[in-house]
């Protein structure tokens, strides 16, 4: 954890103070789970991010969700910067000894950094969760960076 936050002040600090703004961005999400992330901005500050992702559990079981959250973007005053948070919700299925429906309501705050001059993103973000259908509870441990290529 401590290397990945390290990596990615040095990346900021060493890329400059500039970067280009995005509208659309296409991407790898690795973490607590892996998949894919799609993010569009509806706004300058306002963006929504759609997560297909894969969690393995056990060598038998795994489950597999739909993500979708609305993004609040908040200027930190360094260019290609930001901070973000907001509300989503998320279902998928249970494989393996778990099988069933899942359904939860979810939360997103994290950290994104537009590359200058280079067609990247990154992110680190937090995805706790409520989960209200199937293993209902608090679940607090997602946690994801993602690489993404802006359009």
């Known amino acids: 954890m401590r290397k990945i936050v390290l990596l990615l002040t040095v990346i900021i600090i060493t890329n400059g103070a500039f970067a280009q703004d995005y509208t659309k961005a296409i991407g790898l999400r690795i973490g607590s789970s892996i998949g894919a992330s799609y993010k569009q901005f509806m706004l300058p500050s306002q963006a ?3 997560i297909l992702d ?3 559990l056990d060598s038998d079981k795994m489950k597999i969700k739909v993500t979708g959250i609305y993004q609040f973007h908040f200027d930190v005053d360094i260019d290609g910067l930001s901070l973000f948070a907001g509300p989503g919700a998320s279902a998928g ?3 393996g000894d778990s099988s069933g429906f899942l ?12 590359f200058r001059n280079a ?3 990154l992110s680190f973000d937090w995805n706790p969760k409520v989960q209200i259908i199937t293993n209902a509870g608090f679940k607090p441990d997602n946690f994801g960076l993602t690489i993404r290529y802006t359009l």
């Open 48 to 50: 929504i991010e759609g």
């Open 54 to 56: 894969l969690d393995i």
């Open 93 to 95: 299925i249970y494989v």
């Open 103 to 114: 359904m939860a309501i979810d939360g997103m705050a994290g950290v994104e950094y537009k």
């Open 119 to 121: 067609p990247i993103a």
